[in-house]
């Protein structure tokens, strides 16, 4: 079974300033799916980026990337220039590539809870 | 294009009683997912439906809850005589297709508090 691991439990950046998450993970798969989810004190859960592990280049949406190591299992996320608008609760997020059934879940971390601060 | 729609968004019942919670997939998706969010910790899956279909209840708990996703209508989560531990955040998400590359997306949650 997939597990995914976030090592912060909470983590602080000051507004404008950079911040990385970390996300570990275990698979025995080679194809699969990761994603990043934003939940903020509204507790609505907000897509962020998502990566898909057969392609090498790092996925970036606007302040937002990924480092995607795949040999060591690493799923990180860059928040550049954070606002005050990004303090929220961060998962990260696995899912197999294989068709439908069992593989179709998402795997979730516990968690980073991000604060920022001016 | 209307995202997830889960009602009731809050939801107090006494122990005992039964909870029904509703989630209308996004437009054109046929696949719906339930997970649960217990306080202070990560989603956990529960069941994966797609029409009139289970396909996946390895999270779901043996005994008092149910899914349903039927023809027409919403996707049903019911969870009969519930108890204090099941106080937590129902999120519903739907998906289009079959393919695993497509995106979950998450509807606002359920929160049921059980007194």
């Known amino acids: 079974a997939q597990t995914v691991t976030q090592s912060q439990p909470e983590m602080s950046v000051q507004e404008a300033e950079t911040v990385t998450l970390s996300c570990t993970y275990d698979t025995s798969e080679s194809d699969y799916y990761l994603f990043w989810y934003k939940q903020p004190p509204s507790r609505q859960m907000i897509l962020v980026i998502r990566?898909?592990?057969?392609?090498?280049q790092n996925a970036t949406e606007n302040r937002f990337s990924v480092n995607f190591q795949k040999a060591a299992k690493s799923f990180s996320l860059k928040i550049s220039d954070s606002q005050l608008g990004d303090a929220a609760m961060y998962f990260c997020a696995y899912r197999s590539a294989s068709r439908g059934g069992t593989a179709s879940k998402l795997t979730f971390g516990t968690g980073t809870r991000l604060q920022v601060t001016l | 294009n209307a995202g997830v729609m889960q009602n009731p968004r809050h939801l107090v019942r006494r122990r005992g009683q039964e909870a029904r919670l509703r989630c209308s997939p996004m437009?054109?998706?046929?696949?719906v997912y339930w997970y649960r969010q217990l306080p202070e910790e990560g989603l956990k899956f529960m069941v994966y439906l797609q029409k009139e279909n289970i396909i996946d209840e390895s999270g779901m708990p043996k005994e008092r809850f149910s899914a349903e996703f039927p023809k027409e209508g919403p996707s049903i989560l019911r969870i009969q005589q519930v108890v204090r531990g099941d106080s937590a955040a129902y999120f519903c998400?739907?998906?289009?297709?079959?393919?695993?590359?497509?995106?979950?997306?998450f509807g606002e949650g359920s929160w049921l508090t059980v007194v």
């Open positions: 437009k054109g998706h046929s696949h």
């Open positions: 990566q898909e592990a057969y392609k090498q």
């Open positions: 998400a739907s998906s289009e297709g079959v393919r695993s590359g497509n995106t979950i997306y």
